[in-house]
């Protein structure tokens, strides 16, 4: 179900960020938004869940992918997300599924 409509791969960023690159960027105003061709579902596993974002399993914790399934992502705080998640949303970005854009003021 997370493959719909997506013939190919997002583009990954031209650089990989790391954890830290990405915590600076959120603590200069940068916003999380999904890719507009990334299908995301969840199934939760006992008190944990797996993320599918085009075919591919993440884990992370419902919290997280309730948010990132929902119109919630632009709200993450990454210093409120647990290690796992923080990684997750990592991955998310360095695949191309998810990007950080700058909001406008």
Same mark, same amino acid.
Request: charged residues 20%; contains cysteine; proline residues 6%.
């Given at each position: 179900?997370?493959?719909?409509?997506?013939?190919?791969?997002?583009?990954? /960023?031209?650089?990989?960020?790391?954890?830290?690159? =990405?915590?600076? +960027?959120?603590?200069? !105003?940068?916003? &999380? @938004?999904?890719?507009?061709?990334?299908?995301?579902?969840?199934?939760?596993?006992?008190?944990?869940?797996?993320?599918?974002?085009?075919?591919?399993?993440? /884990?992370?914790?419902?919290?997280?992918?309730?948010? =990132?399934?929902? +119109?919630?992502?632009? !709200?993450?705080? &990454? @210093?409120?997300?647990?290690?796992?998640?923080?990684?997750?949303?990592?991955?998310?970005?360095?695949?191309?599924?998810?990007?950080?854009?700058?909001?406008?003021?």
């Amino acid at each position: 179900m997370s493959r719909y409509r997506l013939a190919h791969q997002p583009a990954a /960023p031209d650089q990989a960020l790391n954890l830290l690159q =990405l915590q600076q +960027a959120q603590a200069a !105003g940068a916003g &999380l @938004q999904r890719n507009p061709w990334t299908r995301l579902n969840w199934i939760a596993v006992g008190e944990k869940a797996r993320l599918f974002a085009a075919g591919d399993e993440r /884990p992370c914790s419902p919290e997280l992918a309730t948010a =990132l399934c929902s +119109a919630g992502v632009n !709200g993450l705080d &990454l @210093q409120e997300l647990k290690p796992e998640d923080q990684q997750c949303v990592l991955d998310l970005i360095n695949l191309g599924h998810l990007f950080l854009h700058y909001k406008d003021g």
